[in-house]
């Protein structure tokens, strides 16, 4: 490696701050006693990577819903793994590196830039100029970030550089990876994606074919990467056909915009999902995801953190992946954003005292609107209002990532010890909380939910989350 950067790292590791204080998860390290771990990161200068072969020089117009005000922002994915003593003589860093120039061949738009459009719409220059891409060393084993690699990762922004100015959305790469060897012999693969043209279905696309050409097990991509823009683009004329209450614009008259915001990560293991259930009807638990069983629970335990008042309205958009909606099959390896998050609504008070059972509902009432003619209305929706932001005052929006396979990626090193969401909160909007799957201390496999709240609100929602599995009754 040539042209370090050098910068010392004293990562404070603290129970509070990386660890749920929840009464029912027992896999808690402790760590609040152990020294500050120091560790020296070394880094290359930037470099871009180029698709591998000539690629066609065109723009191509985003759709509708890849240009909406919300998916105008980045957002980072870690993936940590472990030497594997097969791999010896091996650098991660040069498998990457060329599989990333292959596999841009055939996913070419994503070496170009974003560029304005006409009437507020998003074109990407397809130019070749490349992503950018990061070489790196740590002076730290896998083993010293702890027994359960969870976010929020100490420094992150030290196993993702992302240099000043890269954080527009327009005319900075679309991708930027770098890779971070361990001196164990593991590494770390930290990227960041601009989601005004890919969604995570389509990054983790774009990684399976990456990772299968790093094995040497690839040539090309296991499927066609698919364009199809135009198929999410508003119709003529445009026609909104649903009542988007994840849009509302509305006015806050009082949870003033809070700022320090905290995040931490949740395990919901076997025993704490299971004594969540029980707080369910028997009925309703045999046909409630463990997804809208958790979002139901967070959301309302948020809401009782946050301490709203009790008449005014409340917000959780779920995030639906529509690709499987659509009767065209054209969208089925579809890479850019295919998706609509409506809006389960409810009164704060009357969500806080009602049974679980009300929420999940509401949850699962919303989830199924998604449709095809859900998202062609979304679609309209944006050009006929000027492609709004989500409603953000009283909400949250909610991923569930858990059967995206990121943590399923081998890149010739196995599967990644840790795989997905690097932080909570999207761009701006710190209220977006991540479903990824984990493991605990113990080994048991569950599910992590990033969480961000205002540092003052997160100890009252941690206290929410424990008082609520200790009620006997559903009238919590």
């Given at each position: ?6 910068s ?21 390290e402790?760590e ?8 020296d990161?070394?880094?290359?200068e930037?470099e ?7 690629t ?22 870690i ?7 097969s791999m010896?003589?091996?650098?991660p ?9 292959e ?9 170009g830039?974003?560029k304005?459009?006409?009437d ?7 130019n070749?100029e490349g992503?950018?891409f ?7 084993t896998?083993q ?20 000043p100015?890269?954080?527009a ?13 361990l001196k164990?012999?593991g ?12 969604d995570?279905?389509g ?6 074919t990456m ?10 991509p ?33 949870d ?13 293991g ?43 309205d ?17 969208l ?18 009357e969500?806080?005292?009602e ?12 989830r ?25 005052v009283?909400?949250c929006l ?13 890149l ?15 761009g ?12 605990n201390?113990?080994?048991?496999e569950g599910i ?22 200790v009620k ?5």
């Amino acid at each position: 490696m040539q042209h370090y950067t050098h910068s010392l790292l004293t990562l404070r590791f603290s129970t509070l701050f990386f660890h749920a204080p929840m009464a029912f998860s027992h896999d808690l390290e402790v760590e609040s006693s152990s020294p500050p771990l120091v560790f020296d990161v070394r880094r290359s200068e930037p470099e871009l990577v180029a698709p591998a072969k000539p690629t066609p020089r065109e723009n191509k117009l985003l759709s509708d819903i890849d240009t909406q005000a919300g998916l105008r922002i980045q957002i980072p994915i870690i993936q940590f793994y472990r030497n594997n003593q097969s791999m010896a003589g091996k650098d991660p860093v040069k498998a990457i590196r060329h599989a990333l120039a292959e596999t841009l061949v055939f996913y070419y738009p994503l070496a170009g830039r974003i560029k304005d459009g006409p009437d507020g719409s998003l074109v990407v220059d397809c130019n070749e100029e490349g992503v950018m891409f990061i070489e790196a060393d740590a002076d730290i084993t896998l083993q010293q970030f702890g027994h359960t690699i969870k976010p929020p990762f100490p420094n992150f922004e030290e196993l993702l550089y992302q240099p000043p100015g890269s954080e527009a959305v327009t005319n900075t790469p679309i991708f930027i990876i770098q890779v971070t060897r361990l001196k164990c012999g593991g590494f770390i693969l930290a990227l960041r994606f601009n989601h005004t043209i890919v969604d995570g279905v389509g990054v983790f696309q774009f990684a399976t074919t990456m990772a299968g050409i790093a094995r040497g097990v690839l040539q090309e991509p296991p499927f066609e990467p698919l364009w199809h823009r135009d198929l999410l683009r508003a119709r003529d004329p445009p026609r909104v056909t649903f009542n988007h209450r994840e849009y509302e614009q509305l006015t806050d008259s009082g949870d003033a915009v809070q700022q320090n915001f905290e995040q931490r990560s949740f395990f919901f293991g076997p025993a704490e999902t299971a004594a969540i259930r029980a707080l369910l009807p028997r009925d309703l638990d045999q046909h409630a995801t463990t997804f809208e069983v958790l979002t139901s629970y967070v959301w309302r335990c948020r809401t009782r953190a946050l301490q709203f008042n009790p008449k005014e309205d409340v917000r959780m958009m779920c995030i639906v992946d529509a690709r499987g909606k659509f009767t065209s099959a054209l969208l089925t390896n579809y890479y850019g954003s295919c998706f609509g998050f409506p809006a389960s609504v409810a009164a704060a008070g009357e969500l806080s005292s009602e049974p679980l059972e009300y929420a999940v509902r509401l949850i699962q009432k919303a989830r199924s609107e998604v449709s095809e003619e859900y998202v062609h209305s979304v679609a309209d929706l944006m050009a006929t209002s000027g492609r709004p932001l989500f409603t953000v005052v009283r909400s949250c929006l909610v991923l569930d990532t858990t059967d995206i396979g990121f943590r399923d990626l081998d890149l010739g090193w196995g599967k990644a010890v840790y795989g997905g969401m690097a932080v909570a909160g999207a761009g701006t909007f710190p209220a977006v909380n991540f479903h990824v799957p984990s493991q605990n201390a113990k080994g048991e496999e569950g599910i992590m939910v990033l969480v961000s709240l205002p540092s003052q609100v997160m100890k009252i929602f941690a206290k929410e989350l424990d008082d609520n599995l200790v009620k006997t009754n559903t009238t919590i």
